[in-house]
């Protein structure tokens, strides 16, 4: 039996399994990451090996040396997460792996380990969306959660409202004309001084600010939940070389508070005039989510819990550690996708630029 023939037979006897474990692999930026999913819902096991040592030097990653650390770091990380999990290879039902959006030498290195082992295994394979497995780390952390609910998806390259349909089934409502809100934070954390990745940087620091210490623009936007950062973030940048060339020190935790509280401030506001027209237009209420990257920050997640509170609606935040790259998330996605009975053969490549 060819691999496609035995691979949609075990498919298939998937579909009305009561217990269906799947090993998920995520390579596509430089987090190398696998973990142990069963039932879309319950961690076995989630290892994420984090490659920032590697880049940290560079400012950003250096697409070569993520491929090449996903290849070297790949097979350990596998057996790591299936002895975590306390199983065997053989014991697994099914593989995931990402697919993109993401670099496409680190995509494919992962496209291709599990290929390789799913050949070798006659396992199912399921690629992922790394942005709706991003949403998916919602399913890990909030068992009362199903669609349709409303999310707000914000990481290094996607600031997105979407609407969740259906397991696997988004549809867009508003999204970022320009750069993205993680993008955004990277930026300012470098004019900062702060290293790679700024991010969670510029969140920690942002602690200990005053938000109300410099007034940045409010962001333009032709679309009513459509985002922009790039005129904040141009803002910043000639806000934070002002001073420099006045010969003033940067009050660096001002200037991190008073720039989170701007981003979290554009992201909240249209998550809440989206919320607020459904209601006045009279459409069923939908729980909230968030997720990617920056679903992280501290202050995006304390406006929007209190965004929801207001609103009287349910709020689900993946937990910390399942904000950024994970394949906790991408083995989650993948049970959704087998069970309504989606399977890629061995003709699967990356998809760099793979839209939600
Ligand atoms: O979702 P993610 O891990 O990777 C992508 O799919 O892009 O998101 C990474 C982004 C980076 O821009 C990083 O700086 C940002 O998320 N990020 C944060 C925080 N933690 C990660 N941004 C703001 N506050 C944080 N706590
Ligand atoms: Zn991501």
């Known amino acids: 039996m060819s691999y496609e023939a035995e691979a949609r037979r075990k498919a298939r006897e998937l579909a009305d399994a009561e217990r269906v474990r799947i090993l998920a692999l995520e390579t596509s930026c430089d987090e190398t990451a696998a973990a142990v999913i069963e039932n879309g819902r319950k961690i076995l096991s989630n290892v994420v090996f984090s490659q920032i040592d590697l880049h940290e030097l560079y400012g950003g990653v250096v697409p070569e040396i993520a491929s090449r650390a996903h290849m070297e770091a790949c097979d350990r990380v596998i057996d790591e997460a299936l002895e975590k999990a306390g199983m065997a290879l053989a014991e697994v039902d099914a593989l995931a792996v990402t697919k993109g959006p993401g670099l496409v030498g680190a995509l494919l290195t992962g496209v291709n380990c599990m290929k390789g082992i799913a050949f070798a295994t006659g396992k199912p394979l399921v690629g992922v969306n790394h942005i709706e497995g991003h949403v998916s780390a919602n399913y890990l952390c909030s068992p009362w959660l199903e669609p349709p609910f409303l999310c707000l998806v914000v990481s290094g390259g996607h600031s997105h409202l979407v609407q969740v349909e259906d397991y696997g089934k988004t549809r867009t409502i508003g999204q970022t004309r320009d750069d993205a809100a993680g993008e955004a934070f990277d930026k300012a954390a470098r004019v900062l001084g702060l290293p790679y990745p700024g991010g969670p940087r510029i969140d920690a620091l942002a602690e200990e600010g005053d938000p109300e210490a410099y007034r940045l623009p409010k962001p333009k936007t032709e679309g009513r939940y459509d985002y922009s950062f790039s005129g904040l973030k141009t803002a910043f ?120």
């Open 237 to 356: 940048l000639n806000l934070c070389h002002g001073m420099e060339s006045r010969g003033e020190k940067l009050k660096k935790a001002d200037l991190a508070a008073s720039f989170r509280a701007a981003v979290c401030q554009e992201l909240t506001e249209k998550a809440e005039r989206m919320l607020r027209d459904r209601r006045e237009s009279g459409e069923a209420p939908l729980a909230m989510a968030m997720a990617g990257g920056v679903s992280a920050n501290r202050e995006l997640r304390r406006r929007m819990k209190a965004l929801c509170e207001k609103e009287k609606i349910p709020l689900a935040m993946p937990e910390i550690g399942l904000c950024t790259d994970n394949a906790a998330m991408i083995g989650s996605a993948a049970y959704y996708r087998l069970r309504q009975g989606e399977t890629a053969g061995l003709g699967m490549n990356a998809e760099p630029a793979l839209r939600l």
